[in-house]
Every structure is written in structure tokens, then in C-alpha cells.
Nanobody, 117 residues
Framework: VQLVESGGGLVQAGGSLRLSCAASGITFNVYNMGWYRQAPGKQRELFATITSGGTTNYADSVKGRFTISRDNAKKTVYLQMNSLKPEDTAVYYC????????????WGQGTQVTVSS
């Protein structure tokens, strides 16, 4: 199983980035997917999820600014990030959780997002 994130980088506050996470080795359409992030000195935060059926959920910290989506044919989950703030600076990880499982059990290597003020 492999999850590979891409699309991170440096952006000014107010800007946008789109992250992608390509999956292989899993039956993608039966997995729920999530995006986590971890800033230096802070706990890892699960902030966006999408079920196998396409239902989304967001943490208050990103609601209205970030959009998670998925393309089952491409086995890819996306994260569109708009109106970025310096406090969004973190390493962003995608993770997968098989339908019915409690924990996310597969993780990508992470991609750095840095938002300058």
C-alpha cells in the first residue's frame, strides 16, 4: 500500500494550494480518506475527511476555506486550500481507513505547506 502526497510548497497568506494524494495497493473506493497536518511543536490534527460515498467533514479551523474531494477512477484524494493563513503552515499527510475500521491505518510521507505572512 502506498499513499503519495504532492502539491505542497510556499505560498503567501491569502493564496491557494491544491494537494493531491495518489493511492496504490488498495481498493480505493472502499476506503475513507482523511487529511492530517502537524505543525512544529503541535499535535497532529485530523482536519478533513471524505467517506467512500463522498460525505465530507471539516474541522472548524479550515471550514469554508478547504475542500476535500476524491476521484475513485484515479485513486486520488485532493485538498483544495484557499485563503491560506500562516497558521496553516504544517506538514500535511493523507491517510486511509477501510470502511468499518476504527483507525486510519495507511499514511503518506507528508508534504510541507508553508504560508508566509
Amino acid at each position: 500500500v502506498q499513499l503519495v502526497e504532492s502539491g505542497g510548497g510556499l505560498v503567501q497568506a491569502g493564496g491557494s494550494l491544491r494537494l493531491s494524494c495518489a493511492a496504490s495497493g488498495i481498493t480505493f473506493n472502499v476506503y475513507n480518506m482523511g487529511w492530517y497536518r502537524q505543525a512544529p511543536g503541535k499535535q497532529r490534527e485530523l482536519f478533513a475527511t471524505i467517506t467512500s460515498g463522498g460525505t465530507t467533514n471539516y474541522a472548524d479551523s479550515v471550514k469554508g476555506r478547504f475542500t476535500i474531494s476524491r476521484d475513485n477512477a484515479k485513486k486520488t484524494v485532493y485538498l483544495q486550500m484557499n485563503s491560506l493563513k500562516p497558521e496553516d503552515t504544517a506538514v500535511y499527510y493523507c491517510a486511509s481507513r477501510e470502511v468499518g475500521a476504527v483507525e486510519y491505518n495507511y499514511w503518506g510521507q507528508g508534504t510541507q505547506v508553508t504560508v508566509s505572512s
